[in-house]
């Protein structure tokens, strides 16, 4: 079903002219100066052998003692293959569950990622980054961008659009960059026409109705603005679907979404927001196209239901939440309001004739190159205060270490003073 959605959609979305022609086929990426790892590599080196670490972490493990952060960061900040990225994934997991496993440090994490891409096991990544309970990884933002830049680099839109889930389910749409970079992998994931589970709508509506409403609320221009609003309204749309579907506790559960009743009724309200809007902002038209497709769809589901109701309802009885169905009820008043809305828009000429992928291309070949250079600039501060406190860990090792020699000594001084 939610195949038919999308192809129907998309396919009279590329019937539409785009911008330019060079919007559908140039991709927008980060520039190689956000991608650059000489500042990264230019950190102080702590030659260490992964041998010699991997025994010292077993052998602490197996005396049940907690292994340091330092020297899981050490273990990833050495590897030098693919295969010992394969062993780092291994203490990694080890490490998140033992004593120490909230100290995971956050230049760890970035380093794990980047050695990943740098040799070629990214969907180790991708696997850490999905099983982050697991392993602990919770990557900041620029590191996050650098993931998703990977995947889109060599078009694989649904990696991609797997790492803007993590990114939505941590709510880390801080940054413009991690905005415009996630709404076009989403928007070129759709326009590839994913044959999608409902788990997999429900992921992609809340990645498009969070980052949509980040992007709205810092956007500056009406071509953000319009890219923000279209995509809180897909978003509404494709969870307002598995809400009439599945109910509005299969929305919800495991995401940072709301829980009240009426998805549907939100994406009428985006529509009416931008029909009562005095700017430029617009909705697409294929936007506009997949609501019509998804309350056709559940109309007809409705109209088959109601053949068995008299069946159903003896199956049912005890299972049906009262609010479901009653929200289910709505659902000929929300095609009444969208066809009423759909045509104020049209009047009003506050329709986009190009596609949702175009409308995020354009916008990210505008905002990208900007938004990058503030990144870069807090990258540089956060480098510096991941090697202060570095120094300073080490520094505090190096005195606990001393401190134990020296009470050991004492001991066995005492032992043969006794003797």
Not at 24 to 35: G, I, M, Q
């Amino acid at each position: 079903m939610a195949a038919s959605v999308w192809k129907r959609c998309v396919t009279a979305a590329v019937k539409v002219k785009c911008f330019t022609s060079s919007f559908t086929v140039r991709r927008c990426l980060l520039s190689a100066a956000y991608r650059d790892t000489t500042v990264w590599e230019a950190r102080e080196k702590d030659p260490q052998n992964l041998a010699t670490l991997a025994n010292l972490m077993d052998r602490t493990y197996d005396r049940n003692l907690p292994v340091s952060s330092l020297t899981v960061s050490r273990f990833v900040d050495n590897i030098t293959s693919a295969e010992e990225v394969d062993q780092a994934e291994y203490y990694l997991y080890k490490f998140r569950h033992s004593p120490n496993c909230w100290y995971l440090r956050d230049w760890t994490i970035h380093s794990w990622v980047r050695q990943c891409l740098k040799y070629g096991r990214r969907e180790k990544a991708l696997h850490t980054l999905k099983n982050k309970v697991q392993y602990g990884i919770f990557p900041d933002s620029f590191t996050f961008n650098l993931l998703i830049d990977s995947f889109l680099k060599d078009s694989d839109y649904k990696s991609a659009c797997a790492i803007v889930e993590e990114v939505m389910v941590q709510e880390a749409f801080e940054l413009p960059s991690t905005q415009l970079l996630s709404l076009y992998a989403l928007g070129h994931y759709l326009a590839t026409r994913p044959q999608l589970k409902v788990s997999e709508e429900r992921a992609l509506g809340a990645s498009l109705l969070i980052c949509g409403l980040s992007s709205s609320s810092s956007s500056s221009s009406s071509s953000s603005s319009s890219s923000g609003l279209c995509a809180q309204f897909m978003g509404n749309v494709l969870l307002g679907k598995v809400e009439m579907q599945e109910g509005i506790h299969a929305v919800f559960k495991g995401l940072p979404l709301h829980w009240a009743h009426g998805y549907l009724d939100r994406a009428l309200d985006v529509m009416e927001k931008v029909s009562a809007g005095t700017g430029d902002t617009r909705l697409t038209k294929d936007s506009l196209d997949l609501m019509s497709a998804v309350l056709d769809d559940l109309s007809a589901e409705s109209e088959s239901s109601g053949e068995d109701s008299e069946v159903e309802e003896e199956k049912k009885g005890e299972t049906v939440d009262e609010d479901d169905e009653a929200e289910r009820a709505k659902l000929p008043e929300y095609v009444a309001r969208f066809k009423e809305l759909r045509s104020q828009l049209e009047s009003m000429n506050k329709v986009e004739a190009a596609s949702f992928q175009s409308l995020v291309s354009a916008l990210a070949q505008k905002e990208l190159s900007a938004a990058e250079v503030q990144d870069l600039g807090q990258y540089q501060q956060q480098l510096q205060g991941w090697e202060a406190e570095r120094v300073q860990l080490i520094q505090r090792e190096k005195e606990t270490r001393e401190k134990a020699e020296q009470e050991k000594r004492e001991r066995l001084a005492a032992a043969a003073a006794a003797q």
